[in-house]
């Protein structure tokens, strides 16, 4: 299995940035491990918001693959704690047979079609967070979890 991290528009803050990427090289020594990221839309102020999400979605629909097991990452989501978002991805590691795909949607969400290509939804926490720092956040989780899986002492109970 392969996880790849999807998101629209690039990190703009360039501490999170190099944060992001210490934690996407870390991930490489446990499962392979890639962020694609789709371009943000340029100017947006004539677009609804629909449009935009709409837009958007056509763009993370291009980059998904028929037999990817998608998963946005989404405030409606489930919510796990970090040793059992472990046990999730170890379940995952022996039923997903290619491509486990997060997605990060830009400021407005996702489009309905979107939402229909997923089969899970993830969420954080109950707390709203930009869509940057979600990155960094998730990141470090999916770290944390390869960490509890292989008993490292990252993690502390």
Do not use: C, W
């Not at 803050?13 to 090289?25: E, N």
């Amino acid at each position: 299995m392969k996880i790849t991290f999807l998101v629209v528009g690039r990190t703009v803050d360039k501490h999170l940035s190099a944060l992001i990427d210490v934690y996407a090289q870390r991930l490489g020594h446990y499962v392979p491990f890639d962020m694609l990221v789709v371009p943000e839309l340029k100017n947006t102020k004539s677009l609804t918001e629909a449009q935009q999400k709409e837009r958007e979605g056509e763009m993370l629909l291009r980059q998904l693959r028929p037999d990817d097991f998608v998963v946005l990452l989404d405030e409606g989501g489930r919510t796990f704690r970090s040793v059992d978002f472990a046990a999730y991805l170890e379940h995952k590691q022996h039923t997903v047979p290619r491509r486990l795909v997060f997605v990060v949607g830009g400021p407005y969400g996702f489009s309905s079609a979107v939402y229909a290509a997923a089969r899970e939804k993830l969420s954080l926490s109950s707390m709203t967070f930009s869509h940057q720092m979600v990155r960094l956040l998730f990141v470090e989780q999916l770290y944390r979890a390869f960490t509890i899986l292989r008993g490292e002492p990252y993690h502390h109970e």
